[in-house]
């Protein structure tokens, strides 16, 4: 079973890669109409972790924003320490 790690927390994501595709896609467009009832900006971040799982691009995309925000919350951490 495929599964993605974000943060400290491991994801598990079942399905065949195409399966997860499409769901990736669709959960990006639905991101899009987010100001539309029941679909929700909620949807962007959610299809881009089904999408990394399956397609390399979108992985190191992923990895830069975790690592990013890892480094961000470090800085935040470290000045509030001080």
Do not use: C
């Not at 599964?3 to 990006?28: E, Q």
């Not at 991101?31 to 190191?60: C, E, I, K, T």
């Amino acid at each position: 079973m495929a599964a993605v790690r974000f943060g400290s927390r491991k994801i598990h994501v079942p399905g065949p890669p195409l399966l997860r595709i499409v769901v990736g896609i669709a959960l990006i467009i639905g991101g899009v109409f987010g100001f539309l009832p029941v679909l929700g900006f909620w949807m962007l971040p959610l299809g881009v972790l089904v999408l990394s799982v399956d397609l390399h691009p979108v992985r190191r995309w992923r990895r830069r924003i975790e690592v990013w925000w890892g480094r961000r919350q470090q800085r935040k951490q470290d000045a509030a320490r001080e």
